[in-house]
Nanobody, 125 residues
Framework: VQLQASGGGLVQAGASLRLSCAAS????????MGWFRQAPGKEREFVAN????????YYADFVKGRFSISRDNVKNTVYLQMNSLKPEDTAVYYC???????????????????WGQGTQVTVSS
């Protein structure tokens, strides 16, 4: 499956953005989808996941209550709604997918087989 992320941009603190990740290929609903981010000089970190089948969602502690992940299996797209953005949210955001992910490893980037190209989110203070 191929993933194409979009929706990033430059916003002020407190603003909102919605990232999209469009998937091409069959059986999108069979993939667990995640969002990760990487800030300059830092390692890539887990942001959110929506699990295949159940649709359960999981979040990093630093985005709980502000970000929301969702998916549309008809449009083969996963979304990340980001509200109350902070300057520390500045990073390149990547979407990722896996058809074999297990719940205990959703935060491990190495467990995802497919990656989008990333979209830059910059939050000014």
């Amino acid at each position: 499956v191929q993933l194409q992320a979009s929706g990033g941009g430059l916003v002020q603190a407190g603003a909102s953005l919605r990232l999209s990740c469009a998937a091409s290929g069959p059986s999108f609903s069979r993939y667990s989808m995640g969002w990760f981010r990487q800030a300059p000089g830092k390692e890539r970190e887990f942001v959110a996941n929506i699990f295949r089948n159940s649709g359960r969602t999981y979040y990093a502690d630093f985005v709980k209550g502000r970000f929301s992940i969702s998916r549309d299996n008809v449009k083969n797209t996963v979304y990340l709604q980001m509200n109350s953005l902070k300057p520390e949210d500045t990073a390149v955001y990547y979407c990722a997918g896996s058809s074999t992910l297990i719940m205990s490893t959703i935060r491990d980037s190495q467990q995802y087989n497919y990656w989008g190209q990333g979209t830059q989110v910059t939050v000014s203070s």
